[in-house]
């Protein structure tokens, strides 16, 4: 069984800053991709970041690119979503979710695994 907790989501002003952290258990993810998803009230499900096994490579949806940067740690099983200028537009809940392969993937249908979501209200 695996598990992904997201925890970092508060509500913040427009222009703030907050990082959010995914901590995986269960089974090691040092050699697959993880992703970062946000789902706003009345939307679908949408791709945000994904970053490789290695955290060299990185992909960004155009929405957040320039604002979100994708890292993670894997001697602690851990990645992290650090988010600047937040605007209104990024409120959603936001998911972590993990793929079996090494490649990164933008698209949902290839994550495996998913968090439980956390919140993120930015106020205008």
């Known amino acids: 069984q695996v598990q992904l907790v997201e925890s970092g989501g508060g509500l913040v002003q427009a222009g703030g800053s907050l990082r959010l952290s995914c901590a995986a258990s269960g089974r090691t993810f040092s050699n697959t991709a993880m992703g970062w998803f946000r789902q706003a009230p009345g939307k679908e499900r949408e791709f945000v970041a994904t970053?490789?096994?290695?955290?060299?490579?990185?992909r960004y949806a155009d929405s957040v690119k320039g604002r979100f940067t994708i890292s993670r740690d894997n001697a602690k099983n851990t990645v992290y979503l650090q988010m600047n200028s937040l605007k209104p537009e990024d409120t959603a809940v936001y998911y972590c979710a993990a793929t079996a392969a090494i490649t990164i993937t933008t698209y949902l249908r290839d994550y495996d695994y998913w968090g439980q979501g956390t919140q993120v209200t930015v106020s205008s």
């Open positions: 970053i490789n096994w290695s955290g060299h490579s990185t």
